[in-house]
């Protein structure tokens, strides 16, 4: 097991406390099981490219949209590895946009990645359904709902 490493806390903007509280919802849902910040981070930090996944322009628009400071404190306990890899990708995604990014910074466009995964999955669920559902075409009988 992972040596613990001494956390980080942060002080978030309420826009950012209720990112962190959708995605460990949705992130519950998915498993199936109860999840902790500390364990989405770690899901979401296994697969590795969310700093440069986003172009420019929608990482900047994220940003301005969930401002990262605030006055509600949290505490993010995560192995050593983790928060080594957090901070490589808080390096990382601050040179791509010619800024100096804190560990909230972090956090937050790794939320954010995981909401757009999210829903890019069900958009593209709704689209395999949609063509499953389509009888016009001969050679996909199916349900017509209208």
Do not use: W
């Amino acid at each position: 097991m992972a040596a613990e490493h001494e956390g980080f806390v942060l002080d978030v903007s309420g826009y950012l406390f209720r990112l962190t509280t959708e995605c460990l919802r949705l992130f519950s849902n998915e498993t199936s099981e109860h999840q902790t910040l500390a364990s989405l981070v770690s899901a979401r930090l296994a697969d590795p490219g969310t700093e440069s996944r986003h172009d420019v322009r929608t990482m900047r628009e994220h940003f301005a949209a969930i401002p990262t400071h605030g006055d509600i404190r949290i505490r993010l306990a995560i192995s050593d590895t983790n928060a080594q890899t957090l901070e490589k990708m808080r390096l990382a995604l601050g040179l791509r946009l010619d800024t100096i990014l804190t560990i909230g910074d972090a956090l937050s466009a790794l939320l954010f990645d995981y909401v757009v995964e999210l829903k890019t999955s069900q958009i593209l669920g709704r689209l395999s359904l949609e063509q499953c559902l389509d009888t016009d075409d001969p050679a996909r009988p199916g349900i017509r709902l209208n």
